[in-house]
């Protein structure tokens, strides 16, 4: 079966789409940008170390919500709208994912929702 996820001070989703949801042992988390906890139409303040804060804690707590933890992540994607934010996004992921870290994707596109700088969904495994 699958449901879906509704974690509390996560903002509700643009679309018609979950926050997340779990099938199984499985839990999939929905493409967070850092958007603002006052205002889900606007983002966060600050650069990409900040949004890429902002959006790790929102996965926390939408994984929180279906009993795992970053340690229970086992996949991740991010989207940079510059790859050469990397360097910095990885300075900040380093200190939440640690070892065993998730396997990785890293895509540049050319735009994210609201001028975003930084995207990542997740899958975990509980």
Known sequence: MKYAINAVGV???MGPYSQGTTAGRLVFVTGQIAVSAENPN?????GVEEQTTRIIHLAQS?????GCTLSDVAQTTIYLAD????P????????YFVLPAPS???VEVSALP??????MNCIACR
């Open 62 to 66: 939408i994984l929180a919500e279906a």
């Open 88 to 95: 910095k996004v990885n300075e900040i992921y380093r200190q």
């Open 83 to 86: 790859i050469n934010d990397l």
């Open 104 to 106: 990785r994707a890293v």
């Open 42 to 46: 606007k983002l966060i303040d600050g």
């Open 11 to 13: 903002p509700t989703p």
């Open 114 to 119: 609201l001028g975003a700088l930084i995207e």
